[in-house]
């Protein structure tokens, strides 16, 4: 792990490839070039970035998990990271919301901004961060509480509701994004660790949407999922912005 050149290698079909790849090495065996020649390739940079990351590596402790990521996140993009297991998928993404502070040997250097500003700046209170950044992970994770309340939760402590009215309707328009809502709106009282699998992971998005993130990052959240509860997540992510633009993929090595 340690030996592995972690710089994103872009799969992007405009690319050239670069001189001192074989011209016999085609976009879709890349991957196969030898691990020390493997290079960043595409653009790193996109138009009017929502987040800009510019050198990011992490620690933990004397292990070096993360070398020298550059990456921009676009505006209305869907940004997919590829790579195999243990290549530090989820130590990136962690970094854009802070959550690698939960881990006290974690140690992340480099600029990570938010709409230009620096989220690792002493300044930044990390609750309202991560309402802006919002996560999604793996494993579903509900709150051991009523469904109503794992959704009403963040809009309560956030103040984004000014009666039962408001909050009322941020938890069904939550639920709706989230393609839940036929599926609970009967049982609002019911525990939300009651659900299957699939609607679980749709309650923690649900639950990320509540708080209006600018950015949500999703940590493989169809992994413990089948074939259809995945098919409703993916339709999900794809519908998720609305006006979405575009989508990108990234692969990390
Ligand atoms: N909390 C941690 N403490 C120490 N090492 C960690 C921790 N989390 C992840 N790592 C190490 O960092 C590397 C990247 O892990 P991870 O980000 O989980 O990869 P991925 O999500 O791509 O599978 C791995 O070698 C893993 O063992
Ligand atoms: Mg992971």
Redesign the pocket.
Known sequence: ?DTLNQEIAYMDKTTENKDSQPAAITERSRFLVPRENRETVGDIAVENPRMTCRNVNVY?GQ?H?IKNVSLDIGRNEVLAMI?P????????IRCLNRMNDT?E??RVTGEIELDGANIYDKSIDVVPLRAQVGMVFQKPNPFPKSIYDNIAYGPKIHGLAENKAELDDIVETSLKKAGLWDEVKDAMDHPGTGLSGGQQQRLCIARTIAVSPEVILMDEPCSALDPIATAVIEDLIDDGGGNRIQGRAGFIH
Do not use: E, L
């Not at 297991?85 to 990136?92: A, D, E, I, P």
């Open positions: 792990m933990y292990k998990a790579g297991s243990g290549c530090g998928k989820s130590t990136f881990i040997s974690c």
